[in-house]
Every structure is written in structure tokens, then in C-alpha cells.
């Protein structure tokens, strides 16, 4: 086919570009002879191409189609990127580290507040209640409060019991709590009785925890004037019926090393006191409850109560509210 004879198709000669190129290996005779045989090649001269390490090529005419201005597929066409040498030894002592920005060391940060080990406080009324036994009417109470962390804590509690008008019988310890292991704590700190006779004061030594299958355990001894001691061991459950509606069981024992007449308090064990009571918590913080407690006397507590002409067998039903902040 002659492509010179098709219209439009005039693609003209090629220009050949000045070169300072060396001259290309000059190719065998017969293949010359068989490339310029070739009748669709009459209007490409391939000896007017340039070579492959050639100068850039003037722009190109209209029309005209410049092989020799495509670019060389050799390193050659990579001159105009130069990567200096990779930095060596050790740094200088100006270099910024890479743990910093722009040189600029961490400014001071306040600790972030994650209930990690931050001071924290509670009050809880455990028992506020008014009861009614087989002689009388009165009112009881039951509170802890504590501020610390996880490790120490100042731990203050108090319980007591009004009878028939007056202050009947109460105590109040102020503690330092510290934990020895998960969920168990040791306390140590001081004990004061009230209400009728002398007030007394203790020394306390105890330990407070969580037992498995989440019983609350307490159990605390004490040493007061005089040679006396005295113990008190603890011990609650939450039976929960729905996450709001819980029965409480509490049982508490209490011993004593010597008598205190004018205390009304038998040496030995003193007395032991079961309570039920079924709370309703409207909010996490707050609920009502009721119950009943029954409480006996033994030894020579006992016998104080029975010259007083009292029972040392009573029961009592209560009704109050628990809550916390």
C-alpha cells in the first residue's frame, strides 16, 4: 500500500535534528536492503533518528511527527533528580528528637482524674429506723462515712439505739482503714460507748472485707482501760429479688472479756441480733424499707436485765430508710 497516495496522509520528512551523538553501529547490508524494501515505510527515514544519549530536540514543526523527541528510556533522562547522602554516625547535638515537636519538649499536664487512685468520699445511712417491741416504741440508727483512696481511707461509724425517750445505748469509731488484699481491708483506730453509764473507750483492731459469694464480713477486737476487751463480729447479704427490690439479712455477735455493771454488760458473750429487712431502692440513693430484728441476751447480760424486770429475748419491727451520697 502507498500511503504517500492516500489524501490527508502527508505527514511530510522528517527534519533531522543537529546531534553530537556518536554515529550508531553501522548495521549489515542486508538488513538495510530489507528495511528500506519495505513499501510502507518510503516517508521514515530511521537513519535520521537520533541516539538514545541525544541532545534535547528543537520544537518540532506541524505536521511533522519527531521520533527523535521522545524521551530516552535510560538513566540518562533521570539527571534532574539529584538525592544527596544518606546521613550517617551519630546526630548532631542540635537534631530535635523525634518524640518532641519542633524541639518543644511536653508542657506540664494535670493528672487526668480516672478513678485510678484519686481521693474519693462517702456517707452512708445505713439504718435509719423507728421500731416497735413488746414494751415500747424508740428509734435505732446505723451509719459509716469514709474519705481516702484506694490504698487508706479515715473511716468513721456509729450505731446506737433510743429508748422510750432517752439515749439508751451507741458507739462511735473514727478508723484508719488499709487495704492488704482485693476487697479485704485492715482498720485500726479508736471506739467510744455512750448512752447509759460511764462512756467507755477502746482501742480498735480489726479486719473488713468481701468474702466470696459476696457476704460482707467484719469483725473487730478491742482493748479498753482496766484490762477490759471486748469483740464484735459482723456479718451481711444482699438477696435480690429485681435489681431494686433486696432483702437484707444482718447478723452481728458481741463478746465481752469482763462485766461492766454499770453498763449492764455481762462478761463472755453478751448478746446476738438477726435482722431482716426488705428495702425497695426508688432511686440507687435512696429506699425505704421494713423488717424485724430479734435480739437475746445471754450470761450475765441477761441476768442484768431480768433484776430491770426486762426480757432478754426481744423482738422488734422496724421501718426506715436507707440512703447515700
Do not use: C
Amino acid at each position: 500500500m502507498d500511503h504517500d497516495s492516500m489524501p490527508g496522509m502527508d505527514m511530510g520528512t522528517p527534519t533531522a535534528p543537529a546531534s553530537t551523538a556518536k554515529p550508531a553501529p553501522a548495521k549489515s547490508a542486508s538488513a538495510s536492503g530489507d528495511m528500506r524494501s519495505m513499501d510502507g515505510m518510503q516517508g521514515m527515514d530511521h537513519a535520521s533518528m537520533p541516539a538514545t544519549n541525544s541532545a534535547p530536540a528543537p520544537a518540532a514543526t506541524p505536521g511533522v511527527m519527531h521520533h527523535g523527541s521522545m524521551p530516552s528510556e535510560q538513566s540518562g533522562g533521570m539527571s534532574g533528580m539529584r538525592m544527596g547522602p544518606m546521613q550517617g554516625g551519630s546526630a548532631p547535638a542540635n537534631a530535635r528528637s523525634a518524640d518532641y515537636s519542633d524541639g518543644i519538649g511536653y508542657g506540664p499536664m494535670r493528672g487526668m482524674d480516672m478513678q485510678d487512685n484519686a481521693p474519693q468520699s462517702m456517707l452512708t445511712i445505713d439504718q435509719f429506723e423507728a421500731f416497735h417491741d413488746r414494751d415500747a416504741n424508740g428509734q435505732s440508727w446505723e451509719a459509716e462515712a469514709w474519705y481516702g483512696n484506694d490504698d487508706d481511707k479515715l473511716w468513721l461509724r456509729t450505731e446506737g439505739e433510743r429508748y422510750r425517750g432517752r439515749l439508751d445505748d451507741g458507739d462511735i469509731e473514727a478508723l484508719w482503714n488499709h487495704t492488704v488484699a482485693t476487697y479485704w481491708s485492715t482498720q485500726l483506730g479508736l471506739r467510744r460507748d455512750i448512752g447509759q453509764g460511764p462512756n467507755r473507750d477502746w482501742a480498735a483492731f480489726g479486719v473488713q472485707g468481701l468474702s466470696p459469694y459476696w457476704f460482707e464480713l467484719e469483725a473487730t477486737a478491742y482493748l479498753g482501760d482496766s484490762g477490759r476487751t471486748a469483740a464484735r463480729f459482723r456479718a451481711e447479704y444482699d438477696l435480690l429479688f429485681t435489681q431494686r427490690l433486696i432483702l437484707q439479712p444482718e447478723f452481728e455477735v458481741n463478746l465481752y472479756g469482763q462485766s461492766d455493771p454499770s453498763r449492764r454488760i455481762g462478761s463472755g458473750l453478751s448478746d446476738a441480733q438477726l435482722g431482716l429487712r426488705l428495702r425497695y431502692e426508688i432511686g440507687r440513693q435512696f429506699a425505704p424499707y421494713v423488717g424485724v430484728v430479734w435480739t437475746n441476751r445471754y450470761g450475765r447480760t441477761a441476768d442484768f436485765l431480768r433484776d430491770d424486770h426486762q426480757g432478754a429475748f426481744d423482738r422488734q419491727w422496724v421501718a426506715g430508710v436507707r440512703f447515700w451520697f
